[in-house]
């Protein structure tokens, strides 16, 4: 019997390539999967299927994970408030891990004796999907022949024609990742310092002129409705507010961090709904979380997109700040209302029963009725102790 090999399959050049090789150069059974985390249509996942066969597929799957990776990791991202570097939404890349995770686990399913993936050397899925395979699975050895054998697209190319395998490979300007929590985009101006993508390099166009308002509604820290419609289904809202901002081209921008590899590197990103989403809800907490809640919710919201990042989602640790994560958005309810424009939003406020502005002990710079004068003085008094000891003793020593 042949030897089963599980491809993480996306109907591009170097998977292509992989399927013609382990099947036909190291006579494996090969199955094909791709794991769907929002980034596929219907139609997509129509034409990887037929290629898949095409390429001598022994059999292939469409895993679908779009809601496990919203309930384990997006709302989680949202709740923590995060952006890498303070930029990046962790698109496309927070994905692959949950990825890793469907295919790994369908290669044990089927008792398969490898799992392979198209990773090359030079970025950062090589490592999430090796680590995530090598820690749920040790005993199912990894395939990477791209990576392995480096080979040029001119070679891998004409090995297909060669093994009968004709279709249009031709090199895209730019490579485009989608996701449900955005889009990368990957392109000569992304490997440079000093340069920006053209308008014409993103996928969605900018459609609207003039403004518009968007609301959206948080319960307990998670997404409920938009535009006054309400809806239990988390992924079709934020695929709707991504629809809504990125008419006007909202979301766009450039990402430049440091790899798991380390090395620096530069990518652009289109993330319509991530960013009103994570933005309404930070400026929602700003109302009803206390300034502690909000310290601490940045710093391990800023660990958590860090270890996300770093392939490290099966670390417990992560279990355990998700915890603390979820336990602040008990009184992160209410609406938040944004003005969008084209390619920038602005925050108009929130309407939230939990608002702490909304109290009778005062208002900012205008009146104090929780207090009087005489508290605030012997208030300041006492907390300027220390440092009239502090410059005291300064003067004494000079």
Known sequence: MKEKVVLAFSGGLDTSFCVKYLSEEKGYDVYTAVANTGGFSDDDLQTIEKKAYQLGAVKHVVLDVTKDYYDKCIRYMVFGNVLRNGTYPISVSSERTFQAIAIINYAK??????????????GNDQVRFDLTFSVLAPEIKILTPIRDLALSREYEINYLKEHGFEADFKKMEYSINKGLWGTSIGGKETLK????????????????????ILTIEFEQGEICGVNGQRNSDKIALINLVEKIGSQYGIGRDMHVGDTII???????????????????????????????????????????????????????????????LENSQQNVTGTVILKLRPYCFTLVGVDSPFDMMKTDMGEYGEVNKGWTADDVKGFTKILSNQLKIYYTLQKKNQ
């Open 109 to 122: 399913e089927i008792g398969a004796d490898y799992v392979a993936h198209g990773s090359t050397g030079a």
């Open 193 to 212: 310092s000093d340069q920006t993508l053209p308008e014409e390099a993103y996928p969605s166009k900018v459609e609207k002129e003039g403004e518009e």
């Open 262 to 324: 380390g090395i620096k590197g530069r990518v652009a990103f289109e993330a319509a709904a991530p960013m009103l989403i994570i933005n309404a809800h930070k400026l929602l907490e700003k109302h009803v979380l206390t300034k502690w809640q909000q310290y601490w919710k940045e710093q391990l919201g800023n660990w958590y997109g860090m270890f996300l990042h770093e392939a490290q989602y099966l670390e417990p640790v992560m279990r355990d700040m998700e915890k603390f």
